[in-house]
């Protein structure tokens, strides 16, 4: 008897599992995802992405405000547009650009600078600061921000006071929320391997990082000189996600005072407020 059952729950689960690879494999999938925006304005971006209260949106995605601060630095013409959709890659944010849908931020970013020439914040530098500014970027991207979702995703009940809105019931939907974000963060962090340091090495390598970017930044403006270049703007919204109240405390302005300054110039550039 026990032997007819397990054979029976074996069965249902190989038919299910052949249910959807047939069904996966029959129903054609969409090639091409379909617009937001059916009447697009010709070489306006259209920034696709969720809109909420600015202090939820930095945990949420803060590669949407990677994008719109290059298009304000770049001065290029674009608008944002209130969507849960993700992008074809399932992903936040998107755009869209004449039509064509565009995932992914970095790869956004490099169609942009290719589309809009004349708009690219990296047509200053010299080839050897280019290839300087692109291992800035990266460094930023891939290891920078990753220590930082490291404290961020650390604690899911301060998570929760920074998406805390008001209201007994909100608040509860929001412990909520943060507990998923939380959990599914740590286990993508636990697997890019920065998940498996201690808060000290975590600390001790994130300090380094903001060392090799205070050596280059040294008395200058900006990164590569007097003008922002797309490597900045990376820098950017790393220094923007530690200005929320539970991180302040992972960067000392006191050690890197030129940070401070530098983070103020380059928010006045990209329209954020400076709090």
């Known amino acids: 008897m026990f032997e007819c059952s397990v054979c029976y729950i074996l069965a249902i689960f190989f038919i299910g599992v052949f249910a959807l690879w047939f069904i996966r494999s029959v129903i054609p999938r969409r090639s091409k995802p379909s617009l937001v925006i059916k009447n697009w304005e010709k070489d306006v ?17 803060e590669y949407a405000l990677k994008v719109e601060a290059y298009l304000k630095i770049a001065n290029i013409k ?25 995932p992914d931020s970095n790869l956004i970013l490099d169609h942009l600078q290719e589309v809009f020439p004349d708009s690219n914040i ?11 500014a692109f291992a ?12 930082i979702a490291y404290f961020k995703y650390a604690n899911a009940s301060e998570m929760a006071e920074h998406v805390n809105f008001g209201g007994v019931w909100i608040n509860n939907l929001s412990r909520v929320i943060a507990y998923y974000i939380v959990n599914r963060n740590k286990k993508k962090l636990y697997f890019q391997g920065f998940g ?18 205070s050596e280059q930044l040294g008395d200058k403006k900006f990164l590569f000189g007097d003008k922002p270049c797309r490597s900045d703007v990376h820098l950017l919204i790393a ?18 005072p030129q ?3 530098y983070y103020k110039r380059m928010a006045t550039l990209s329209g954020f407020n400076i709090v």
């Open 122 to 132: 990296d047509n200053h530098l010299s080839s050897s600061d280019r290839a300087s």
């Open 196 to 213: 498996r340091y201690t808060k000290e090495e975590a600390s001790l390598l994130m300090d380094k990082c903001f060392t090799s970017i």
């Open 136 to 147: 800035f970027c990266w460094m930023i991207e891939e290891v920078l921000y990753r220590l």
């Open 239 to 256: 220094l923007e996600i530690l200005r929320m109240p539970y991180l302040t405390k992972h960067l000392d302005y006191a050690k890197f």
């Open 259 to 261: 940070l401070e300054n």
């Open 78 to 102: 674009f608008k944002t547009i209130n969507t849960f959709k993700t992008s074809s890659r399932g992903q936040i944010p998107f755009i869209e650009l004449n039509g064509t849908h565009l």
């Open 45 to 61: 971006v259209y920034v696709c992405a969720p809109i909420m209260p600015q202090r939820f949106c930095y945990g949420l995605s």
